[in-house]
């Protein structure tokens, strides 16, 4: 299973069915979940709205991966370094006006990240 969280609006997502599903239908089981089914009506998406009052948001971005799907290299990097920027174990010394960063000054960031942590995020 693969989880996808957006920060910008705050929603999660858990892929169940693998790769690319065409969806066909969904019903908001309780509020703000949403399952979503395929043509054939089985599950293959559970959505989450306002995911950050169900989990903390570190966690979410820190285990999520990209949504499956072609994204352009900008917001790859920009998910890259919200993972990199929520690690509690990563630390960088100081204290960034992330605002300020160029998408090639965060995706810096995220090669050393993954040069020192061993973990792969930019494709």
Do not use: C, N
């Given at each position: 299973m693969l989880v996808s969280y957006d920060p910008e609006v705050d929603i999660a997502v858990l892929y169940v069915a693998p790769?690319?599903?065409s969806?066909?239908?969904?019903?908001?089981?309780a509020p703000g979940?949403?399952?979503?089914?395929?043509?054939?009506g089985r599950l293959a998406q559970i959505e989450l709205l306002e995911a950050s009052a169900r989990h903390p948001r570190a966690s979410l971005l820190r285990?999520?991966?990209p949504p499956p799907?072609?994204?352009?290299?900008?917001?790859?990097?920009?998910?890259?370094?919200?993972?990199?920027?929520?690690?509690?174990a990563y630390k960088l010394g100081?204290?960034?006006?992330?605002?300020?960063?160029?998408?090639e000054a965060k995706k810096a960031i995220v090669q050393v990240y993954e040069r020192t942590t061993g973990r792969k995020l930019l494709g």
């Open positions: 790769g690319q599903v969806l066909e239908s969904g019903e908001e089981v979940v949403i399952l979503h089914y395929d043509r054939e285990y999520s991966v799907g072609p994204v352009s290299e900008a917001e790859e990097v920009e998910w890259a370094f919200d993972v990199v920027m929520s690690d509690p100081a204290t960034l006006k992330v605002a300020e960063l160029s998408t």
